[in-house]
T-cell receptor
Framework: NAGVTQTPKFRVLKTGQSMTLLCAQDMNHEYMYWYRQDPGMGLRLIHYSVGEGTTAKGEVPDGYNVSRLKKQNFLLGLESAAPSQTSVYFC?????????????FGPGTRLTVT | DAKTTQPPSMDCAEGRAANLPCNHSTISGNEYVYWYRQIHSQGPQYIIHGLKNNETNEMASLIITEDRKSSTLILPHATLRDTAVYYCIVRVDTGTASKLTFGTGTRLQVTL
């Protein structure tokens, strides 16, 4: 199993450009999450999904959109990138809570917006 | 979810036990204590979790006080590869998705 993978690993954008970050998991997990991590801070939840075709807002959703068209994939979109979105983005997935709430994290995407 | 307090940093000699404390004095009866760690530039990694009883797995032990207001993560024989930021998180397992609130954690430095 590859676990949770993220594409790309690094990206530099100019202000106003758009991009999509891809997260894929091969563990048949129902739940998937997008977090961002800024220097000196813990992770903050952007959006999450409780199953295929469903998404919900997390703690810091503004400026981001997500889609979960397939169970194994969770996409994070930035429609018009801003310097404040410079961060490291982590995707995670988990089994249905109640059975186990261990979240499995991907390696991260380092995004710089200039 | 209840708030947690951890020391910002700790040092530990390789081969010795690392004891990482966490205070969660406002914890509710149905809230679990979770521990994750983040090795530099990698995604967080689940370590262990518990509700009331002490727990042990292949990575670590979790000791929860009887009043549940604090806990200690124990790495019995720390190695250089255990150098990481350790996060203590308190949350409710409600059967619905909810976020893990990562604070700033404890930066553990394991030295020779």
């Amino acid at each position: 199993n590859a676990g949770v993978t993220q594409t790309p690993k690094f990206r530099v954008l100019k202000t106003g450009q758009s991009m999509t970050l891809l997260c894929a998991q091969d563990m048949n997990h129902e739940y998937m999450y997008w977090y961002r991590q800024d220097p000196g801070m813990g992770l903050r939840l952007i959006h999450y999904s409780v199953g295929e075709g469903t998404t919900a807002k997390g703690e810091v959703p503004d400026g981001y959109n997500v889609s979960r068209l397939k169970k194994q994939n969770f996409l994070l979109g930035l429609e018009s990138a801003a310097p404040s979105q410079t961060s490291v983005y982590f995707c995670a997935s988990s089994y249905i809570p109640g059975l186990s709430y261990e979240q499995y994290f991907g390696p991260g995407t380092r995004l710089t917006v200039t | 979810d209840a708030k947690t307090t951890q020391p910002p940093s700790m040092d530990c000699a390789e081969g010795r036990a690392a004891n990482l404390p966490c205070n969660h004095s406002t914890i509710s009866g149905n809230e679990y204590v979770y521990w994750y760690r983040q090795i530099h530039s990698q995604g967080p990694q689940y370590i262990i979790h518990g509700l009331k009883n002490n727990e042990t797995n292949e990575m670590a032990s979790l000791i929860i006080t009887e009043d549940r207001k604090s806990s200690t993560l124990i790495l019995p024989h720390a190695t250089l590869r255990d150098t990481a930021v350790y996060y203590c998180i308190v949350r409710v397992d409600t059967g619905t998705a909810s976020k893990l609130t990562f604070g700033t954690g404890t930066r553990l430095q394991v030295t020779l």
